[in-house]
């Protein structure tokens, strides 16, 4: 997607955007590689280590600060590693440009990483009226919600799930589905339970929570247009221009 949008501008090849694997046991070094680098502008940041990277950096955004995770990173002439996070307005802006509405909206978000906080923080900001944290691991949920609190004290943020609670927008922002053989996110019996079903894995595009939902006649929205919608102010951000 990026390298398409760059050959689009003319400046493919001035730029580049290439894969990198990097373990979590060697990412601080890599980090600490990147300073070194001085042909390197900025890299996207993805899965597991969006958390990690705002403690290994020099300086973060405000929202990078506020979401206590960094989804992209520039390196600027002086070897300073700079992150921000776009994960939540790139999620906001995809649900918009599809007709949906975040304003007002109750709204059920599983999980609790670095995708999902940026998300519970865009959707606070962008006027949801209430918002549900699961995840598989409570204490992550419970600090999310607190943190959520904290910054918009008006919210209504629970940890808190009822059988016969209903919701207008249910998020996936776990890794659950991007294996044939995950669990679903969110049960089909509580999939029942929700209007609009919005996933963040992108690979598949269609996974196994968006298939039932749609079984199911609900309004689904795949992870695509959150990554399409961030990607040009992603090489932005890196002086890709
Ligand atoms: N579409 C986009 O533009 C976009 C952008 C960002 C991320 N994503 C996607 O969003 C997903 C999450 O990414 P991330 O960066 O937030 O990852 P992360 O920080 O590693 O968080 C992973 C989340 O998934 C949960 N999880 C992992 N394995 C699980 C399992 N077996 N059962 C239940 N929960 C499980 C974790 O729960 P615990 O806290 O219990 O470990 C945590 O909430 C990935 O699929 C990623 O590709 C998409």
Redesign the pocket.
Known sequence: MANTLLGERGILGVFVMLPMQVSAEDFPTFITGLRALKNFGGAVV???H??ATANLIDELTPEARLVG?V?VIRRNGDGCLIGTML?GE??VSGLVAAGHCVKGARILLV???????AIAFALAKHGCASLCIQ???LD?ASALSERVRHAYPHLEVSTAIQATSHYDIAVN??????KAD??L?ISKSFIGCCDLIAD???APEMTKLLQEAANQGKAIQT??P??AA?MALMLAFMGAE
């Open positions: 993805s899965m597991p969006k958390i995770a989804n994960d790139g999620f999980g609790a990483g670095g995708a999902a906080s995840n598989r691991t992550r922002g776990t890794s659950l589905g991007m995950d669990d996110p963040c894995v992108i992870g695509v959150m990554l961030q």
